[in-house]
């Protein structure tokens, strides 16, 4: 026999009050018993603080063609003369990119083991003669900025004092890196030979 929609619809009820009904009476027998298997869990991770940084490139000037006989100005970031490296196109002999590649901000600091008296010798060399400057970024076009405090764009004398050049390299994946350009000048007194200038640059967290 078929039924009505308003039999349907009460039986629809009526099979909602028996469910909740055995429920309530489940759930009676339970408390009766007393309840058991409630257990409590947490989730745990932990990120770890890493602090690194690297020096992505050395600097190589290169071999003068010949003799000096004038004043010659070298720069990480100008091109150069008296066949040493053009530095706006050879990767050897531009400035020094400091790279944070840990996931915590820096304070970076650099000293070198010469100035530019002991650097180069001979009667017309003295600390100018020997000078750096920080660029934010890196040294092919400024990428990747990093230095969002105490950068230290002005020229200034490289010595063996320990020299604070960014106050805060940020570890970001688009924004971590700087740049040391180096200048150094010589003249016909300039003592022929190697000239090689150790620069130690120390990353410290913030």
């Given at each position: 026999?078929?039924?009505?929609?308003?039999?349907?619809a009460l039986l629809l009820v009526a099979a909602i009050v028996i469910s909740l009904g055995g429920t309530l009476i489940s759930l009676n027998k339970l408390s009766q018993q007393g309840l058991t298997g409630l257990a409590a869990g947490t989730v745990v991770l932990n990120v770890s603080e890493n602090m690194s940084c690297t020096i992505s490139s050395n600097v190589s000037f290169g071999t003068s063609a010949g003799q000096i006989l004038t004043i010659v100005n070298l720069s990480t970031n100008g091109s150069n003369s008296n066949g040493f490296n053009d530095c706006t196109s050879n990767d050897a002999c531009r400035g020094m990119m400091i790279n944070n590649t840990g996931n915590v901000n820096v304070n970076v600091t650099f000293k070198s083991d010469v100035n530019g008296t002991t650097l180069l010798g001979g009667p017309g060399a003295s600390p100018a003669s020997f000078n750096y400057s920080v660029a934010n970024g890196s040294n092919n076009g400024a990428l990747l900025p990093g230095c969002n405090s105490g950068l230290k764009t002005a020229w200034g004398y490289v010595n063996e004092t320990i020299t604070t050049i960014?106050?805060?390299?940020?570890?970001?994946?688009?924004?971590?890196?700087?740049?040391?350009?180096?200048?150094?000048t010589i003249d016909a007194n300039t003592p022929t030979g190697l000239k090689t200038a150790t620069i130690t640059i120390t990353c410290a967290q913030n």
């Open positions: 026999m078929e039924l009505s929609n308003k039999s349907l960014c106050t805060n390299l940020t570890a970001t994946s688009t924004n971590k890196v700087m740049t040391i350009e180096y200048n150094a």
